[in-house]
């Protein structure tokens, strides 16, 4: 029943989302949409950003599924734009409110666990530290994300494909030769 709930919270403020920006949207407009009371609401989230985390985290767990090795990492970020343009309004609203954070954070947390599972694949068998992996990870992370968020201040309107193909162009191989950089560099 929990994760019902949970849900279904979600569900109203992504609702709410689609209609105004987070900074105008209170516990009481996401518990009159769910009917439910507040004493739920505070049950389950301590406030609306974790909710919002929370449906952020949850819908790209979905958006990712089976997509985190070098093989698919283009659709799995082709995903994460799709989720983006599907959601154009919530995310539009978040970005530009004072919550502009929690769409970065998200963004952020999603792509390195996406980026993550590629350095570790291709890390496979070599003898790399695992703070230099993440190193990686989190550098290929800030990028793939500057160009997303470029993407969201512009409208939306370049295509996803098309950026997901130059940037598979631009990085093809690239990972395995981070790896095996710092699998050649004395500590």
Avoid at 16 to 24: E, V
Avoid at 37 to 50: A, E, G
Avoid at 99 to 111: H, I, M
Avoid at 141 to 157: E, N, P, S, T
Wanted: proline letters at 2%; aromatic letters at 12%.
């Amino acid at each position: 029943m929990s994760q019902t709930t949970k849900r279904a919270l979600a569900a109203s403020l992504k609702k709410l989302l689609m209609q105004k920006p987070l900074d105008k949207i209170t516990v009481i407009d996401i518990v009159e949409d769910c009917q439910v009371n507040r004493q739920t609401f505070y049950y389950h989230f301590k406030d609306i950003y974790d909710l919002l985390e929370w449906a952020f985290v949850n819908e790209s767990s979905r958006a990712l599924a089976g997509q985190k090795t070098y093989e698919t990492w283009q659709q799995g970020f082709l995903n994460i734009f799709q989720w983006v343009l599907d959601n154009k309004p919530m995310v539009e609203h978040v970005y530009h409110s004072a919550s502009r954070e929690q769409v970065e954070r998200y963004l952020y947390d999603v792509t390195f666990g996406l980026l993550i599972g590629v350095v570790e694949e291709k890390a496979a068998g070599m003898a790399v530290r695992q703070e230099d992996k993440e190193f990686i990870a989190h550098f290929y992370k800030f990028a793939f994300v500057g160009i997303m968020l470029d993407w969201i201040r512009a409208g939306m309107k370049a295509d996803p494909e098309r950026i997901v193909e130059r940037l598979s162009l631009l990085l093809a191989g690239d990972f395995t030769r981070a790896l095996e950089k710092y699998r050649a560099t004395p500590r």
